[in-house]
């Protein structure tokens, strides 16, 4: 199944001004890099991927339509799964977007 484009064009508008932006196919989804650091990706099944940090992880998971993030049978920490019916409106998507990106600038440039 292939990447919702409907999804990974609005995630393009809300990134388009951010500098070090980078796109790159990973983990069967489309992945959005801020100076070579994963911020969010869009998934196969129109969810999205968060990278925030693990202090805000627990917090974050009482909201709906928000999960941990799941791989291989193994949660991984610091990362957020946000179900379509989370990012329906831009403000929703937004929101979520904002937070990766700021999180991956945050981090050492790769």
Same mark, same amino acid.
């Given at each position: 199944m292939? !990447?919702?484009?409907?999804l990974v064009d609005r995630i393009?508008?809300?990134t388009a001004t951010e500098a070090g932006l980078?796109?790159?196919r990973m983990f069967g989804g489309l %992945?959005?890099? !801020?100076?070579?650091?994963m911020a969010v990706a869009a998934?196969?099944?129109?969810?999205? #991927?968060?990278?925030? %940090?693990?202090?805000?992880s627990a917090k974050l998971l009482q909201r709906d339509?928000?999960?941990? #993030?799941v791989m291989g049978?193994?949660?991984?920490?610091?990362?957020?799964?946000?179900a379509g019916p989370g990012l329906r409106t831009t403000r929703q998507l937004q929101s979520w977007v904002a937070r990766g990106v700021d999180y %991956?600038?945050?981090?050492p440039a790769k």
């Open positions: 292939p !990447v919702d484009p409907d393009r508008e809300l980078d796109e790159k %992945a959005f890099l !801020v100076n070579g650091n998934t196969r099944d129109g969810a999205l #991927m968060v990278r925030v %940090a693990r202090a805000d339509h928000v999960e941990p #993030m049978g193994r949660e991984m920490r610091g990362w957020l799964r946000i %991956a600038k945050s981090l």
